[in-house]
């Protein structure tokens, strides 16, 4: 079983300044990893994935994740952070291509001027 | 954001009405997927649908009934509700089985209030 645990439901930060959002996973199996950005009364769009091959990871607008197999990590980065980027971020797991995604609880990003 | 749309996007019903939900998706998918996203709740995968074919139904209540007529079209019937199924339904797709990562594209989803 796959199960995902982000840290922080709600991350402040200014702007131009490093974003760093935090995702811990638990998976059995190899997992597949990734990344979905929600804004306001919008569905989920996918940031970045990660299935094999490279560890650094890198997405849209910027954001690159790191998977890191001994910490069970897939924290999500972007350097500087722009307003555009306030929004909630999930980060979800599965054991593969065919199995359904497991989603974390979500990260509520606020961008302050 | 037109791959896939949901109607209606809000919706507010009394806990006697029925009603459904509707996703439609563009993208020559093979699986579509039902989501409640309730207030600081993970997002909970309700059902699955593999070529039209429900795999998977994570103890959701009888009160919510899919219906999957065709691989582009997602239904969720609704039938005596109650408040705490206040929430938005997402739908998303995704195409099963060819590079082996699961990418799914969701919908813009329906706001549910019941009251």
């Known amino acids: 079983a796959q199960s995902v645990t982000q840290l922080g439901s709600h991350v402040s930060v200014s702007e131009g300044a490093l974003v760093l959002l935090r995702c811990n996973y638990s998976?059995?199996?190899?997992?597949?990893l990734f990344w979905y950005v929600q804004y306001p009364n919008q569905g989920l769009q996918l940031l970045l994935k990660?299935?094999?091959?490279?560890?650094l990871v890198k997405g849209i607008n910027g954001f690159e994740a790191e998977f890191k197999k001994s910490e069970t990590s897939f924290h999500l980065t972007k350097p500087s952070a722009h307003m555009s980027d306030a929004a909630e971020y999930f980060c979800a797991v599965s054991a593969s291509g065919n199995t359904p995604l497991v989603f974390g609880k979500g990260t509520r990003l606020s961008v302050i001027a | 954001e037109t791959g896939v749309t949901q109607t209606p996007r809000h919706l507010v019903m009394g806990m006697t009405n029925k009603k459904s939900l509707k996703c439609e998706q563009h993208l020559g998918h093979n699986a579509m997927y039902w989501y409640k996203q309730s207030a600081k709740k993970p997002l909970e995968l309700m059902f699955v649908?593999?070529?039209?074919?429900?795999?998977e139904n994570n103890s959701v209540p009888s009160r919510f009934s899919p219906e999957c007529p065709n691989s582009s079209h997602l239904f969720l019937h609704l039938h005596t509700l109650q408040p705490e199924d206040s929430a938005l339904y997402l739908c998303?797709?995704?195409?099963?089985?060819?590079?082996?990562?699961?990418?799914?594209?969701f919908g813009p989803g329906t706001r549910l209030t019941v009251t």
């Open positions: 649908y593999n070529f039209k074919e429900q795999t």
């Open positions: 990660y299935t094999t091959g490279a560890t």
């Open positions: 998976s059995s199996v190899p997992p597949y």
């Open positions: 998303a797709s995704s195409q099963v089985g060819t590079s082996g990562s699961e990418k799914q594209y």
